[in-house]
Structures are given as structure tokens and as C-alpha cells.
């Protein structure tokens, strides 16, 4: 069968890490057949589209899309980041960003293998708020945090259903219920509601403070992570971070209702300042199209490709595309 992908290869390094993990995709059997789709920082410079309906429309009609990153410094921060990146989260109901981290963390004594489960459709992201009397000494700013009970509970159960396919079969919460309490005890409360139903779960509860510690001392203590858009946004970085580093740092963003297309991508940025120099590490979007793979159902490829990643590769952007690609295949 062959999947139909939506290439947003974007700005910076963005279209160079795509050409590797497409070339990966291939070398590993799977058919797929790609559209490229010119959107981000540089499209936005030459004609002003961020991402019309019409633009939307096309991307729901594929199985999958697979982004590089978005953004450029000479748009103003935001436009394509919230145009183009939130509103594909929020209009294809995107709700989970799954993010796995393997490795050793600096100031760990054994390796770890968690995956933050990040809410990805609410909290402060969805731009609720506004100013009065910018630019003057009475400026007033307000930005919310907005918190369904459906929405949190979707991505809550998400996780359980999880960490259930999981050998420790752990999810800790991450929240900061004891100073936000209305949005702590709504989630709080879905999840221990939700964890009834899932008794073979061990749970846990970290204030997202104490979790930047663990991430760095003890992250061995964690399997499955679910959190709020935003903690999940910065936890996921410093995930990284300890993880080998963001060139390794893979995401979904999945509507795992299946009612449309998902989206794949690294989590690192445009990096403009490696642009074309061949430096740009292509495993976190290959590690990423694998997070693809098997959501198309073809996670014996996706298996593959993953450990084609693990042992350490050397060379340029596309050196190592083509190395993992030779390995993929035998
Ligand atoms: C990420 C990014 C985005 C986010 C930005 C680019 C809007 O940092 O995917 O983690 O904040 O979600
Ligand atoms: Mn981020």
C-alpha cells in the first residue's frame, strides 16, 4: 500500500533534514508518495501565505505529514509559528505530542526511556487574552490558560492507554497544582478519575519545578509523562537536552482519532546559522518519520530505522542520511 505524505520540508535546515529521513523511508521499503508544500518563513517573505483554507483543505486529505521547521528571522517571531504550526495543531485536532526520550542524562548514574505525553490543543497556547494601552506606563497584558475537560481528558487517557503497552506501565502527572488551582484540580481530578479505570497503572504526581530536577538528577524514574501544553513544551527541550541533545529530539503530533491526517516532526528549529553548511543532524526528523511509521502501521520498518539511529554516525547532513539509509536496508 502506498501512503500519501505531505512534505512541509519549511525554512533553515528544515528541507535538508526532510530529504534524509524521506530517503531513509524509502531505503527501509515502505511506498510512500510525497507533495511538497512551499510554506513557512520564506514563502510568507515572497507572496504573504502562512497557511490559507484552501492550503488546509489539500493537507486533510493525506494519511500523513511530515514537517522540517518553521520559522525564519526575518518574519516577525510568531506569524508562521502560530499561523502555520499551532493552527495545523488546533485545526486538525492534534490534540497529543508524543516526544520519546532515550539516553543518559549528565548527571545520571543509568540510561532512561520516557516519553512526555504533551497536551497539544489548550492551556496558554490557545491565545486567549489581550492588551489595553500598549506602549504607555499603564499597560495591561493578559494571556490564559485555557483548560477543557474533554480536551484533557483525551490526551490523559492517551497516556494511560500508553503506558499500558509499556513493560513498567508508569505515568506520573506534571502540573503546578499547588499554586494554579483551577487548572491543577481539573487535571488532577480527570486523571485520578481516569487512573480508576486503569488499575494495572502505577501512577505519580511531580510539580513541574521539582520534574526539571528529576530530568536532570533521576530521570530513570519516569516511563510515561502527561502534561499541559506549556510545561510540556518546555520540559520537552530540556527532555532533549539530556537525551543526546536536541538533534536527537523526535515528536508526533497526532489526532489519534484518526478522523485526519497526523503530523510529524524534529523538535529542533529552523537554525539559520548551520543553513547549507551540512552540520544540521538529520536523526531527529529520520527518529521522527519512524514515529510516522508506525502510526501507518508499519512499525516493523519503523523498528528498523530506529536502530539504524543508535550507533553513532559520522559526517555531513547528508553522510549520515545515506549511512542509516545502507544500514536500514541490510
Ligand atoms: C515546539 C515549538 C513550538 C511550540 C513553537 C515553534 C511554536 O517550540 O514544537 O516545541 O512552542 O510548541
Ligand atoms: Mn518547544
Request: contains cysteine.
Amino acid at each position: 500500500m502506498t501512503h500519501n505524505i505531505a512534505v512541509i520540508g519549511g525554512d533553515g535546515i528544515g528541507p535538508e533534514v526532510i530529504t534524509e529521513a524521506i530517503k531513509v523511508v524509502r531505503a527501509a521499503g515502505v511506498e510512500i508518495s510525497t507533495t511538497d508544500y512551499d510554506l513557512g518563513g520564506a514563502r510568507y517573505m515572497r507572496d504573504g501565505e502562512v497557511l490559507s483554507e484552501e492550503t488546509l483543505d489539500e493537507l486533510r486529505t493525506f494519511d500523513c505529514i511530515l514537517l522540517g521547521a518553521v520559522g525564519s528571522p526575518d518574519v516577525p517571531p510568531g506569524v508562521i509559528e502560530r499561523g502555520l504550526l499551532l493552527k495545523m495543531r488546533f485545526d486538525m485536532n492534534l490534540y497529543v505530542n508524543v516526544r520519546p526520550f532515550i539516553g543518559t542524562a549528565p548527571g545520571a548514574t543509568e540510561p532512561h526511556d520516557f516519553v512526555v505525553i504533551r497536551e497539544n490543543t489548550e492551556g496558554p497556547y490557545v491565545g486567549e487574552g489581550g492588551s489595553l494601552r500598549e506602549g504607555t506606563p499603564h499597560e495591561v497584558a493578559t494571556q490564559g490558560s485555557f483548560n477543557t475537560r474533554m480536551g484533557v481528558e483525551r490526551c490523559i487517557r492517551y497516556a494511560f492507554e500508553l503506558a499500558m503497552t509499556r513493560e513498567r506501565k508508569h505515568l506520573t502527572l506534571v502540573h503546578k497544582t499547588n499554586v494554579l488551582q483551577f487548572s491543577g484540580s481539573l487535571w488532577e481530578r480527570t486523571f485520578n478519575e481516569v487512573a480508576e479505570e486503569y488499575p494495572q497503572v502505577e501512577t505519580a504526581y511531580n510539580h513541574v519545578d521539582a520534574a526539571t530536577i528529576y530530568f536532570v538528577q533521576d530521570p530513570q524514574r519516569y516511563d510515561v509523562i502527561v502534561t499541559d501544553n506549556l510545561f510540556g513544551d518546555i520540559l520537552t527541550d530540556l527532555g532533549g537536552a539530556v537525551s543526546g541533545g536536541i538533534g536527537l529530539a523526535s515528536s508526533a503530533n497526532l489526532n489519534p482519532d484518526r478522523t485526519g491526517p497526523s503530523m510529524f516532526e524534529p523538535v529542533h528549529g529552523s537554525a539559520p546559522d548551520i543553513v547549507g553548511t551540512g552540520k544540521a543532524d538529520p536523526r531527529a526528523a529520520i527518529l521522527s518519520a519512524a514515529m510516522m511509521l508506525d502510526f501507518l502501521g508499519e512499525s516493523e520498518a519503523a523498528d528498523r530505522v530506529r536502530a539504524a539511529c543508535v550507533d553513532p554516525v559520522t559526517g555531513s547532513t547528508s553522510d549520515v542520511g545515506d549511512s542509516i539509509a545502507v544500514r536500514v536496508r541490510n
